[in-house]
């Protein structure tokens, strides 16, 4: 493995000193032993509240802040950074943005001034194997830091007060409100009471304990050649998911890139690991180090780096019991909850369809003054399937003969959703594939690579408990999904 010194350079050389700073920081962040939270005082029973929800974290579950206070409620943002402002790039397919109006916060001319690319369709690319279209999927980039800080006008327009650089350190829980105790720079304490926190620290949050983890290095990139060949730039096709090597070093890496502007790309790298794995061993700044060294295999051109976008995603296989809140009034959303799909791992998804049924969720319990029952954010039982997969993909054979394997099944995979048509393939990747098609999709596979039992039996690694439970997911995947279809 390359050794750190030189990872270091090739980083600060292609992506410049404040890239390597900033992922530094980072890594480090990870690799830090869970700190146990200060103990805080929980308000009595009666205490005088200062808001009625606080939202610990102004990334991009800021959406529940302007729907909430739309909703009546009084609203805090508490932010460690700046709130509303975005690192990251994301792509959708246009249905999927509908909560942004049907919440009210944005016309539908609005929400189409957001879209900074649309492609004729997405691809995925297996290497050793095929090339799988898909029409209407993952087929928009969005424009995200224009959309958060629109978000957070419509949030300050309704009331919701920001409080930026207050970095959460802990919460006492009452019988009726939590106090939350942040920290401000020059080592000011900040108290305050809420009668409903939603922590949206998401992957930073103590209680983001999902079991897979997505490291994501790249950004947006100008300079790529423009053509059609597969290492060529075509700004009307997003590719979703490409590989362009085998298993090395215990990981598959995967690339993804969509245009954005004209001459722009954005282009990540990433890989899933199980999150014990992703500790301490400068997860980011090994994969940058690969990205700038391998981007050449994946698209032609002289790339320039424009804005880096990196972080750690995190999934939950559904094999080990769900992160959960400390509390019964704090509610886990956003990438802390881990809820969204642990193949895809399309966290800006998952939120479009939970953000508005969940605030609506959580302001009818507060207006019968109770606390909202049951989790807030969109599941599906496919999930628990999909879970399953993603963890064999995330702990893949490092057998040097055997590393063509993962490859080969995904390439299975896709060919047989390609096979099945566009609809269900499309429904897949959006996480709104019906039972019939879920249980065809299996049959397809397995017929295609019957081996795929023997690959899925390699579950047992994680225990006997987790192979019941993957078991236990697939029969109510397939039953829930097929009476719903
Ligand atoms: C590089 C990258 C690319 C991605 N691309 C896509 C994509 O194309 N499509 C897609 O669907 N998803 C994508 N995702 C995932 C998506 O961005 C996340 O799922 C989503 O941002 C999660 O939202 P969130 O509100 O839970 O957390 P975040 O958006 O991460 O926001 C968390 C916020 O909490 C703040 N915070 C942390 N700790 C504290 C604290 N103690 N006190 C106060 N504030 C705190 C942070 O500063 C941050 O602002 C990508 C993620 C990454 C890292």
Redesign the pocket.
């Known amino acids: 493995m390359e050794g750190v010194a030189a990872l270091k350079a090739r980083v600060r050389e292609s992506g410049g000193p404040e890239l390597l700073e900033r992922l530094e920081w980072l890594d480090a962040e990870r690799a830090l032993p869970p700190v146990g939270a200060p103990p805080v005082r929980a308000p009595e029973r009666g205490t005088r509240v200062d808001f009625d929800v606080v939202l ?7 959406l529940y802040a302007p729907v909430l206070a739309g909703l009546g409620l009084k609203v805090g943002v ?4 700046r ?1 509303g402002v975005s690192h ?5 397919s246009r249905p999927e943005l509908q909560p942004l109006t049907e919440s009210g916060l944005f016309t539908s001319q609005e929400v189409d001034s957001l879209i900074i690319a649309r492609y004729a369709h997405g691809v995925c690319r297996w290497h050793g194997g095929g090339e799988y279209p898909v029409v209407g999927a993952l087929d928009q980039a969005v424009d995200a830091g224009r959309l958060l800080s629109e978000v957070r006008t419509r949030a300050e327009a309704r009331g919701v007060r920001f409080h930026e650089g ?4 802990g919460m006492g829980e009452g019988p009726d409100a939590v106090r939350l105790h942040f920290e401000r720079a020059g080592d000011v304490q900040v108290d305050v009471t809420a009668r409903l926190v939603l922590d ?6 103590p209680f983001a304990t999902a079991d897979l983890m997505c490291p ?3 950004g947006v990139l100008t300079g790529l050649r423009e053509g059609t060949a597969p290492d060529e730039v075509d700004p009307r096709v997003g590719d979703i998911l490409v590989t362009t090597e085998g298993v090395e070093e215990g990981r598959q890496h995967i690339w993804e890139g969509f245009p954005g502007r004209p001459g722009e790309v954005t282009v ?1 790298l990433f890989y899933y690991a199980p999150s014990r794995e992703v500790r301490g061993e400068h997860a980011l700044l090994r994969l940058y180090g690969r990205f700038f060294e391998r981007l050449g295999r994946y698209k032609r051109g002289e790339p320039r780096l424009l804005r880096p ?5 995190p999934g939950w296989s559904r094999l080990v019991p769900p992160p959960r809140a400390p509390g019964r009034r704090v509610v886990l ?4 909850a881990a809820r ?1 799909s642990p193949l895809t ?7 479009m369809r939970s953000f508005l049924p969940g605030a609506r969720a959580i302001a009818a319990a507060l207006q019968e003054d109770r606390v909202p029952g049951g989790p807030l954010v969109h599941d599906t039982p496919l999930h628990a399937v999909t879970g399953g997969l993603a963890m064999l993909m995330a702990s893949p054979s490092r057998e040097p003969a055997l590393r063509g394997e993962l490859n080969g099944l995904l390439d299975a995979a896709f060919a047989s959703l390609h096979e099945m048509g566009n609809g269900p393939y499309a429904a897949l990747i959006k996480d709104q594939m019906v039972g019939t098609d879920f249980v065809r999709f299996l049959a397809l596979v397995a017929r295609r690579r019957p081996r795929v039992y023997r690959e899925v039996l390699a579950l047992a690694r994680h225990g006997p408990l987790a192979t019941a439970r993957w078991l236990e997911g697939l029969s109510r995947a397939v039953f829930q999904l097929r009476d719903a279809a």
């Open positions: 610990a974290g102004g990334g991009l579950s800021l508490f932010e460690r950074g709130a990251r790039e994301w792509n959708i207050h970095t959460l350190r949206a620290r998401g992957v930073s949050s994501t290095v790249g990540y976008t990196f972080g750690y995603i959303v956003g990438d802390a969204h791992y399309c966290g800006f998804g998952a939120t």
